[in-house]
């Protein structure tokens, strides 16, 4: 692989990487703590992500339990889940919140899979920009004389293989995350 593609690669990479993380809180037939984990509490005077002021399970299938280490931050977190885009309202029950969300319906389902297929073209994007700036630098690199016209076009060649194989790691990821989505 030509070294100028090969250096971009980790940005191919990390928005892959994003993305994983990204539909991973689309919500499916189970709950899973991996839903609210990254929602930014504000707390002893600044904003961090659940997970880290407080454990998170799931006991039931349509249920996750929060307890907070410190009891003293239950009411932020409850008005953070409460500003959140859940559409879920917490039941604080002494030492920890409660979060019970109802069954998908079929509509629910659907509108998740829209929402996943946006976060699929959003990451398409990103790495067609990426793509392009790879393409820029190449030619760049053969306007300067650094490589000759033979080199740019097998760079160009395995960029495009490149992105190619990256397009069908979204298109895989987002075929498995619709029949999670979609399993009843």
């Known amino acids: 692989m030509h070294t100028m593609i090969e250096s971009n690669k980790a940005h191919y990479d990390k928005t892959i990487e994003f ?4 539909i ?20 002893y005077g600044t904003v961090s992500d659940l997970v880290q002021l407080a454990s998170i399970s799931a006991p039931e299938p349509q249920t ?21 885009d859940l559409n879920v309202n ?22 998740l899979v829209k929402i996943l297929h946006k ?6 994007i990103t790495l067609k920009s990426q793509r392009e700036k790879i393409k820029d630098t190449v030619v760049n690199a053969e306007k300067a004389k650094e490589i000759t016209e033979d080199d740019r076009f097998q760079a160009l060649k395995e960029l495009d ?7 069908e790691k979204i298109k ?13």
């Open 19 to 22: 993305l994983k993380t990204d």
């Open 24 to 43: 991973e809180s689309l919500r499916t037939g189970r709950i899973s703590p991996s839903l609210v984990e990254t929602i930014k509490v504000e707390s």
């Open 64 to 84: 996750i339990a929060i307890k907070p280490w410190d009891k003293g931050i239950l009411k932020d977190i409850e008005r953070a889940l409460m500003s959140s």
């Open 90 to 111: 917490p039941v604080v029950d002494s030492d920890l919140v409660r979060l019970n969300f109802p069954a998908l319906t079929e509509e629910s389902r659907k509108d």
């Open 119 to 124: 976060k699929l073209e959003e990451t398409r």
């Open 161 to 167: 293989e490149m992105t190619k194989e990256y397009n």
């Open 172 to 184: 895989l990821l987002g075929t498995e995350k619709e029949q999670e989505i979609m399993k009843v």
